[in-house]
């Protein structure tokens, strides 16, 4: 019951801040787009010339090309709510750690494990709830306008969510030690945007290179840290019913175990 109620604390402070709502109207605002794009874009399309042949394409009757419009969908979603969410609830746990927050919490008989466990669950939630939101909307605009009811799509939510689980790990390790939500935002979306990219590269940039030096600390690197533009690829995969590279799922997997571990061995001895 008392973590219950740190993870309904947690959801309401989300609302308060304003955080699920500005969340929800940005996917309503691209879920209102979806609707014209699919109002818009005729049912037949041609393609090629009169001089070498036109070929007629029915959109919807070809499962093929609607999976691949979704499986687009899929890295704009995958991007844009991994963007809103680090930025969403990066704030919940350094916030919470203000002197006065803490104080309050600490003073109810609650565990300082049950307040980070309710604190992570109510983040979840919170992304969880405008992930789904969104995913299930673009799925019933397509299976509307298509007739092509693609259940691999709406897994793109527990794609993402885990994404979102293996990053949000480093996030509470960067929040207890600094008590800073922008330092969390700003070394997150380095990652994501420089460190990840490059990871993901590394075998361009070892050829270049030509240092076995170069290899060892790239490719340990890699292993080591959470692969999210991988783990995009692998909604990508799902939603095209192609087999899954489960490598970068379960090496992200252990890293965040690992994150989570050392946060709450910090907030355990964090002396507040």
Do not use: C
Request: net charge neutral; glycine share 6%.
């Amino acid at each position: 019951m008392k973590l219950m109620a740190l993870i309904e604390f947690t959801f309401r402070e989300g609302l308060a801040r304003k955080t699920i709502i500005g969340f929800a109207v940005i996917s309503t605002f691209f879920l209102v787009i979806g609707i014209i794009a699919a109002l818009l874009i005729p049912t037949v399309i041609e393609t090629g010339n009169p001089q070498a042949g036109v070929t007629t394409i029915d959109i919807t009757n070809n499962t093929q090309v609607i999976w691949q419009v979704q499986a687009a969908l899929t890295g704009f979603i995958n991007f844009a709510a991994l963007v809103l969410s680090i930025f969403a609830t990066a704030s919940i746990l350094p916030n919470t750690m203000e002197k006065g927050s803490i104080d309050l919490l600490l003073s109810k008989p609650v565990s300082r494990m049950e307040i980070l466990l309710g604190k992570i669950l109510g983040s979840l939630l919170i992304v969880v709830v405008n992930v789904a939101y969104f995913i299930v909307g673009m799925w019933l605009i397509v299976g509307l306008r298509t007739g092509e009811w693609n259940p691999s799509f709406l897994g793109v939510t527990i794609s993402i969510t885990y994404t979102y689980i293996v990053l949000f790990a480093p996030m509470l390790v960067i929040g207890i030690a600094s008590h800073s939500s922008a330092l969390t935002i700003i070394v997150l979306y380095v990652f994501i945007f420089l460190i990840s990219p490059i990871l993901e590269s590394r075998e361009a940039i070892i050829q270049l290179a030509q240092s076995d030096i170069a290899k060892t600390v790239l490719d340990t690197l890699y292993y080591i840290l959470p692969k999210p533009d991988a783990l995009g690829s692998v909604s990508y995969d799902l939603v095209m019913h192609q087999s899954l590279d489960w490598m970068p799922v379960w090496s992200s997997g252990l890293f965040a175990v690992a994150m989570y571990g050392l946060a709450a061995w910090q907030f355990r001895r964090k002396d507040f």
